[in-house]
């Protein structure tokens, strides 16, 4: 997998709550879960162009307690659908398992709020930590995102790793 | 790593996913891979789960004596969508060897029916698809949410899990009458903040416990997530034993964390010092003091949810409410958390009280908090004991919620606005 993303940012800011935020409650209440259907309905009560917009490789950039609240699937289901990485000052452990469940790459980056605007290019590289805001020349270095983590990414969310894994303890059977 | 860490005690924590790894000892922050004692499973998620594991070609769950399933988010079924989705849900579980089953009328939230039912013991790791299993810390099993996961974790029968740090809270006096564990629960949460609490596990000990029934011990647990924590922990004593000895035949000791233990955090809470609080919206820990509400009105009041709509809740808010009427403008809904509960309910005779006062009461289920049984509509605000306040939480994103410990939501309830049990006197004069 290539860990260094090239694309669009999209900011938003602290305390963006993963139910009516990340995505409508109504999803997780109707029991969806296809991404596709999820990615249109992505931010839409607090950026209603992030969905029609959004580009995959582009970068969501937000501030503290990202996703906070119950860590719901549907809302980062919606993202990996978007095709879209994630890098956040800061994130709590259930959203946090869920991002990398749904097989969103994300960084945590401490003061990451200043560092671009929505509309800004960035070269994120989730493998090494590095950033790189192309549009103002800004760089910064943060903790690269953990080895265990990136599996899981990589097979593209924590279904298909289950998979790969059950196939590799066949195979070794 | 020196000898000298090396040598020191281990958390409860520690003790629970070493065993569970399949080790003699873990270290704190290292990544385990661990088998769980217990599936808690839930009714509303499992017909997905089952169709995906289908859809990948797995037909066998790694553990299914393990699972432990209840009916609990909307029952009965409300909608078509929800009956029909759950329509085929028995015969899915035979096809993959579930037996346990709390299905409608037998059933409760689970996170506390789990726990009546005896499946529950001190040690335990649980794994959980809702996020309020932290309640099941209450007999000292270590239960983590972990939602979507659970997928994989049924076919494997394992999963990732790091080794928490633990914050060791030790309670010591006694609450001062109309002051509840959820009072305490909120205070801890906020006293300590999310960034403390991530990722870490809130263990409550001390000599206080002996004055804090499971009810209590649940309302604790549960409401540690909504600061983030991993697990909530109450350490098992005699009142657990007790609890327990008749509700369950799985042998257990009363596993603890070792004094000398490396805590990453200890604090001291005398319980004499805390008061009736409320959480503003729009987070559980936004907590303001009942007297900069007064006269906030409300219309909707709700008793229920995983964090309180308990036994002591329903005794609090009936005590409350006996002999007085609920304001014309507003619905109060009483929802028992579990069909134990209920029964108990109404052998005291508070089912009576509420129907008396002119309060709704309805069969155990997530209900209200889940947004999808009365939900509110833009501009309407509510007060009550469900887990959190996000907007949009218990329906539109343009109500209000107010979380408050039971009694203070039932004297509400017959104010018409937010109030405290002791005021409601001149607050009616």
């Known amino acids: 997998m290539n860990w260094c993303w090239q694309g669009k940012a999209w900011v938003f800011g602290d305390d963006i709550p993963n139910d009516d935020g990340i995505m409508p409650l109504m999803m997780t209440r109707q029991q969806e879960y296809d991404p596709a259907i999820l990615a249109t309905h992505c931010f839409e009560q607090i950026d209603p162009l992030f969905a029609a917009n959004a580009r995959p490789r582009d970068v969501v950039v937000a501030g503290r307690n990202f996703g906070y609240g119950n860590p719901h699937i549907q809302g980062f289901l919606g993202l990996k659908g978007k095709g879209v990485g994630l890098v956040v000052e800061s994130m709590g452990r259930g959203p946090m398992r869920a991002c990398v469940n749904a097989g969103v790459p994300v960084l945590q980056v401490e003061g990451v709020s200043g560092f671009c605007q929505t509309g800004d290019l960035l070269e994120v590289d989730f493998e090494t930590g590095s950033l790189h805001n192309q549009t103002t020349g800004a760089v910064r270095q943060a903790e690269p995102m953990p080895a265990v983590m990136r599996e899981i990414v990589a097979a593209g969310g924590g279904i298909a790793h289950m998979v790969q894994r059950l196939r590799g303890s066949q195979t070794d059977d | 790593m020196t000898v000298a860490a090396k040598a020191a005690g281990k958390t409860l924590a520690q003790k629970i996913l070493a065993r569970a790894s399949g080790r003699e000892t873990v270290e704190i922050g290292e990544v385990v891979v661990a088998s769980p004692d217990v599936f808690e499973l839930i009714d509303l998620v499992m017909p997905q789960y089952f169709r995906t594991l289908a859809q990948h070609g797995i037909t066998r769950l790694r553990f299914p004596e393990r699972c432990v399933v209840f009916a609990d988010h909307e029952v009965p079924s409300h909608t078509v969508r929800m009956a029909a989705l759950k329509k085929h849900l028995r015969q899915q579980m035979r096809d993959y060897g579930i037996t346990t089953f709390y299905a409608e009328g037998r059933h409760g939230i689970s996170h506390q029916a789990i726990v009546e039912k005896g499946h529950i013991v001190p040690g335990m790791l649980v794994l959980s698809a809702d996020t309020h299993a932290t309640?099941?810390?209450?007999?000292?099993?270590?239960?983590?949410?972990?939602?979507?996961?659970?997928?994989?974790?049924?076919?494997?029968?394992?999963?990732?899990?790091?080794?928490?740090?633990?914050?060791?809270?030790?309670?010591?006096?006694?609450?001062?009458?109309?002051?509840?564990?959820?009072?305490?629960?909120?205070?801890?949460?906020?006293?300590?903040?999310?960034?403390?609490?991530?990722?870490?596990?809130?263990?409550?000990?001390?000599?206080?416990?002996?004055?804090?029934?499971?009810?209590?011990?649940?309302?604790?647990?549960?409401?540690?997530?909504?600061?983030?924590?991993?697990?909530?922990?109450?350490?098992?004593?005699?009142?657990?034993?007790?609890?327990?000895?008749p509700r369950t035949q799985i042998p257990y000791e009363l596993l603890?964390?070792?004094?000398?233990?490396?805590?990453?955090?200890?604090?001291?809470?005398?319980?004499?010092?805390?008061?009736?609080?409320?959480?503003?919206?729009?987070?559980?820990?936004?907590?303001?003091?009942?007297?900069?509400?007064?006269?906030?009105?409300?219309?909707?009041?709700?008793?229920?949810?995983?964090?309180?709509?308990?036994?002591?809740?329903?005794?609090?808010?009936?005590?409350?409410?006996?002999?007085?009427?609920?304001?014309?403008?507003?619905?109060?809904?009483?929802?028992?958390?579990?069909?134990?509960?209920?029964?108990?309910?109404?052998?005291?005779?508070?089912?009576?009280?509420?129907?008396?006062?002119?309060?709704?009461?309805?069969?155990?289920?997530?209900?209200?908090?889940?947004?999808?049984?009365?939900?509110?509509?833009?501009?309407?605000?509510?007060?009550?004991?469900?887990?959190?306040?996000?907007?949009?939480?218990?329906?539109?994103?343009?109500?209000?919620?107010?979380?408050?410990?039971?009694?203070?939501?039932?004297?509400?309830?017959?104010?018409?606005?937010?109030?405290?049990?002791?005021?409601?006197?001149?607050?009616?004069?």
């Open chain 2, 135 to 245: 309640t099941l810390g209450c007999v000292g099993a270590l239960s983590p949410p972990i939602n979507y996961e659970t997928i994989q974790a049924l076919a494997t029968g394992d999963i990732w899990l790091k080794v928490p740090q633990t914050i060791r809270v030790m309670l010591t006096g006694r609450l001062r009458p109309h002051v509840m564990s959820r009072d305490l629960a909120q205070h801890v949460i906020t006293s300590l903040g999310t960034r403390l609490c991530d990722y870490r596990v809130i263990e409550y000990a001390g000599p206080a416990m002996a004055d804090l029934d499971m009810d209590a011990r649940m309302t604790l647990c549960n409401v540690a997530v909504e600061a983030g924590a991993k697990a909530g922990l109450v350490e098992p004593d005699a009142l657990t034993d007790a609890y327990l000895r």
């Open chain 2, 256 to 429: 603890r964390s070792d004094e000398d233990a490396e805590f990453y955090h200890r604090v001291t809470i005398d319980l004499s010092t805390i008061e009736p609080i409320v959480a503003a919206p729009p987070r559980p820990d936004n907590l303001v003091a009942i007297s900069t509400l007064a006269g906030q009105r409300i219309n909707q009041v709700y008793i229920g949810s995983c964090a309180g709509g308990r036994l002591e809740d329903l005794r609090a808010a009936a005590e409350v409410v006996r002999n007085r009427q609920v304001h014309e403008d507003v619905i109060m809904l009483v929802v028992p958390t579990t069909q134990e509960t209920y029964a108990a309910a109404a052998r005291e005779g508070l089912l009576e009280v509420f129907a008396d006062a002119g309060a709704v009461v309805t069969s155990p289920s997530c209900g209200p908090c889940y947004g999808n049984l009365a939900p509110l509509a833009d501009g309407d605000v509510c007060i009550g004991t469900g887990t959190t306040n996000i907007p949009g939480r218990m329906g539109s994103a343009q109500a209000s919620i107010y979380l408050s410990n039971a009694a203070v939501a039932a004297a509400s309830a017959i104010a018409g606005r937010i109030c405290s049990p002791d005021s409601l006197a001149e607050v009616q004069a």
